[in-house]
């Protein structure tokens, strides 16, 4: 899951390479070096906050697995006493 934080961080600091890069400024400038890990940390957290959404909907899907599974299985067990 780290992968996905890292993947996050490297885009929010090609989005800032990619901005100076409209705006044909120098890409690494001395004085505005503290930018980058900042784009970093906003793209990192970005990654972080979609990994506990994609955590949240696996869960919900498994936990909608588990009843339809369920429900499956109590309907084949009266559809067996019901033949009996």
């Given amino acids: 899951m ?3 934080v890292l993947f996050w961080s490297g885009l929010g600091i090609a989005a800032r390479l990619w901005q100076l890069g409209i705006e044909m ?3 690494f400038n001395r004085e505005s070096l503290w930018v980058y890990p900042v784009y970093a940390g906003i793209g990192g957290s970005f990654g972080y906050w979609l990994m506990g959404v994609e955590h949240r909907q696996y869960k919900y ?6 009843t ?3 429900k499956r299985a109590r309907r084949k067990e009266r559809e ?4 009996s």
């Fill in 2 to 4: 780290v992968h996905k």
């Fill in 25 to 27: 400024r120098p890409l």
């Fill in 61 to 66: 899907l498994a936990s909608r697995r588990d």
């Fill in 68 to 70: 339809l599974l369920e």
């Fill in 80 to 83: 067996e006493a019901e033949h």
